[in-house]
């Protein structure tokens, strides 16, 4: 690339979607009185006024949407309206209607005061509208009193047939509110889409493109291509591997049984180890297909296993359609699925792992990312925060667009607010399955334009505003310390600060262990093995800029009877005899021992550093193993298993010449002991 597109290049990436408006626009934010809402019971929450809200769901282009406010009957000579209130008082020189759809019902607009007193701002005659869609604004010559809200009254009957507004927005500017709005333009944006060529692409159509997280295999899923399974040649899987000495893709093969059969299959994801495939749709034993999703899981054969039905509690879709994505921890599930409670078409629903191997009903993830039109294709990248979807509800360049929402807290319910990825991606065709790899550097998409056929896959260098968070990479084997065997055993990870946690199998036939884990949380990593003693390590990669591949081997100690073992994370305040919080953790796994084998005893040892007085020092490494005592007996351990003793500074393990050396000798010690 020369260095006048990489200009280029950069100056595009680095364009916002939307240009930056120069006044605040406000948009209605609360329906505070409406006087009817259309309704079907085959429905779900299509043309409720609650569409009104917010910003527009169908501008630029306009259309006959379920994704804007619609009264119950199309033509009422008396009379319809609707209140909407705003985040905050303002005074108002602009107010911006968008009716897209059965323009010209219009009769006048009032703002409300703080007193909710009724101001006029403009009337309107028969007859004012210039098109059967169109923005309806009214320009102030001087700034209203501050307003709350707005009131919009129709008379349905001045346009036969239903008349639909999808927006409302006041500013205190000139500037026209839909300026706001304004999609930026790329003519050369095509010449940043790498069509990935013939090795990946037919005149048939290729779709849902999912890549590795290590970014080494490509799943796409082609339709009637005539090498597919079946008379009827419906979806199946096909997998490209990246070649690393010629820095290309191999020719796709078509993935074998039983992930493929004659019904319509595709990969919805791949675990961050790749040894666990999301599939769509229901395996029956009789080769028949269900809604819903399956789990494969990579066999010590190299094959993938029978695909197993994850069990969703009340899960039911209306649509024909659902697409799937799991969370890096694998105990989250997005899905897409229309139900009763979706706000028109499919939105995107969670559910959550129980420890039952079942799933909770999926619970939708709210009106900031869905709307009344259809949201598809979620795809939750290796970060576990970045969601990426596609909708035709959003403000686009198309008849469906890609977006970028990211997860805002630990609930999965609140979410920031898409943003478009704009022209370098979306097109004025449908455009979707958006797949990005853990290095966050490329992004795998399927597109119409100037494709080989049908749809094909493309690849971008991810805009920098559209990437996910940074990774780190964690991978390596779980080794016996003393005989440095390796052993198979579970990997506890959990974030220092938050309550993420994911975890992760380590079976040696199948290779190291690996996962990723954003680089902004610091994290712990606990080995879980019975019969092992296992110590919790701490990671901080924070100050980490790049994707970050790390090899760790963890050693795990097998528990011997009248063997001495360090407590690690067993902190006191310097002088002090009380247990700090942190240091529970480290004892539970000592309870855990003594429940699982109730004939073990354990002698605790005490110790201290040789600072101050040598009598004082042996009461307080007492009185330390005293309260780490009490601890045990309180979580049902019986008394007479746990034996104290201290030492006081008489047994150091290191140095007194150094503070950071005298740490070391401020610890607890245990050993377990038979009858």
Request: charged fraction near 25%; hydrophobic fraction near 35%; glycine fraction near 6%.
């Amino acid at each position: 690339m020369n260095l006048k597109i990489r200009l280029i290049f950069g100056i595009f990436c680095c364009l916002l979607v939307f240009s930056l408006p120069a006044q605040r626009v406000r948009w209605a934010s609360k329906v505070i009185s409406v006087s009817s809402e259309y309704s079907d019971p085959l429905l779900g929450l299509e043309f409720r006024a609650l569409h009104i809200l917010g910003k527009p769901s169908k501008y630029p282009t306009f259309s006959n949407s379920p994704s804007a406010w619609q009264s119950l009957t199309p033509d009422n000579p008396a009379g319809e309206y609707i209140i909407v209130s705003f985040d905050s008082l303002s005074q108002v020189k602009q107010v911006a209607i968008f009716e897209n759809f059965g323009a010209g019902s219009i009769v006048r607009v009032d703002g409300l005061d703080e007193n909710n007193k009724l101001i006029l701002l403009k009337e309107f005659s028969p007859g004012y509208a210039l098109k059967s869609a169109q923005i309806t604004s009214i320009n102030l010559p001087t700034a209203t009193v501050p307003l709350r809200a707005i009131k919009v009254s129709m008379n349905s009957d001045r346009v036969k047939g239903y008349s639909q507004i999808d927006a409302i927005g006041i500013s205190d500017a000139d500037i026209p509110i839909e300026e706001s709005l304004k999609l930026n333009k790329d003519a050369n944006a095509y010449s940043f889409k790498e069509n990935l060529g013939k090795e990946i692409n037919s005149p048939y159509n290729e779709i849902c493109p999912v890549i590795s997280p290590d970014g080494k295999k490509l799943y796409f899923t082609r339709w009637k291509h005539p090498s597919n399974m079946g008379k009827n040649k419906n979806q199946d899987i096909w997998v490209s591997n990246w070649q690393v000495d010629t820095k290309i893709w191999s020719k796709a093969e078509l993935f074998s049984e039983p992930i493929n059969n004659d019904e319509n299959n595709a990969v919805c994801g791949i675990s961050p180890n790749g040894k666990t495939m999301l599939l769509n749709n229901v395996y029956r034993n009789d080769g028949q297909m269900e809604k819903g999703v399956s789990m494969s899981f990579l066999l010590r054969t190299g094959d993938w296993s029978f695909p197993k039905a994850l069990k969703i509690l009340n899960f039911k879709n209306k649509s024909e359609f659902s697409e799937y994505s799991l969370a890096p921890n694998g105990k989250i599930l997005v899905m897409t699925t229309e139900m009763k409670d979706s706000y028109g078409g499919k939105d995107i629903y969670v559910s959550f792992w129980k420890n039952d191997d079942s799933w909770t009903e999926p619970r939708n993830i709210g009106q900031v990312v869905n709307t009344g039109e259809s949201e598809s294709t979620p795809f939750i990248a290796p970060d576990g925060v970045t969601m990426y979807f596609s909708s035709s509800g959003h403000v686009g360049y198309g008849n469906n667009d890609i977006f970028l929402t990211r997860r805002l807290d630990d609930t999965w319910l609140n979410w920031s607010e898409p943003e478009n990825l704009g022209p370098i991606v979306n097109t004025a065709q449908w455009d979707g399955y958006f797949s990005v790899a853990a290095q966050g550097d490329y992004a795998y998409f399927s597109s119409v334009e100037n494709s080989l056929g049908a749809e094909d896959i493309y690849r971008i260098k991810i805009p920098e505003k559209a990437k996910p968070l940074t990774l780190i990479q964690m991978a390596g084997q779980i080794l016996n310390q003393d005989s440095q065997e390796t052993v198979a055993a579970k990997i506890l990870v959990k974030s220092v600060a938050g309550t993420d946690s994911l975890w992760v199998d380590y079976d040696p036939y199948l290779g190291d262990y690996s996962f990723m884990w954003p680089a902004k949380k610091a994290f712990t990593m606990q080995v879980v093995k019975d019969g092992y003693i296992c110590r919790v390590e701490k990671f901080d990669y924070t100050s980490e800029r790049n994707f970050k591949s790390i090899q760790r081997n963890l050693l795990i100690i097998p528990i011997q009877l009248n063997k001495q073992y360090q407590i690690p994370n067993i902190n006191f305040d310097q002088s002090k005899a009380e247990l700090i919080p942190s240091s529970y953790e480290e004892l539970d796994k000592i309870i855990k021992i003594l429940k699982d084998n109730t004939s073990f005893k354990v002698l605790l040892e005490g110790h201290t550093d040789n600072q101050g007085d040598w009598n004082e020092n042996m009461k307080l490494s007492l009185e330390r193993v005293e309260n780490v005592k009490a601890y045990i007996v309180s979580k049902g351990i019986s008394a007479n298993r746990v034996r104290v003793k201290g030492w006081g500074g008489t047994k150091p393990m290191a140095s007194n010449m150094s503070e950071e050396r005298r740490k070391l000798n401020r610890r607890v010690e245990f050993t377990l002991q038979g009858d």
